[in-house]
Structures are given as C-alpha cells and as structure tokens.
C-alpha cells in the first residue's frame, strides 16, 4: 500500500505544481499586456483568459 500512497502524492504535487505555473503565467501575461497596451484591465485580463482556456471569445481588444 505505501508504494501506492507515494504514487499518489507525486501526481497530486504534479498537478499543483502544474496549476500554479499556469496561473503564474496567465498573471505574467496579464501585467505585460497591461504595461504594453493602452486597454482597460477587465478588457486585458478577458482576452487573456479566453485565450488560455480556448474558448475563442473576444471583446474587440487590438494590438495599435
């Protein structure tokens, strides 16, 4: 049972570790689109989470 138990917490400690880089990055590109593009933070943070989750929703926001 314990080898089991061990396998276990490696996939947990691989999904959390997983998880919390894909929210680090979606941060990451949230501040740089932010600083680099003159768009409100509802609007940045939209496109971007859309982006990341490939829902294809889009509220017009265009690179000038």
Do not use: W, Y
Not at 23 to 51: G, K, M, N, R, Y
């Amino acid at each position: 049972m314990l080898p089991s138990l061990i396998n276990f917490k490696s996939f947990i400690l691989r999904g959390l570790v997983i998880s919390a880089m894909a929210i680090f990055f979606t941060f990451l590109d949230i501040f740089i689109l932010h600083l680099t593009d003159d768009q409100p933070c509802l609007a940045v943070l939209f496109e971007v989470v859309s982006v990341f989750g490939t829902v294809a929703l889009s509220i017009g926001v265009q690179v000038r």
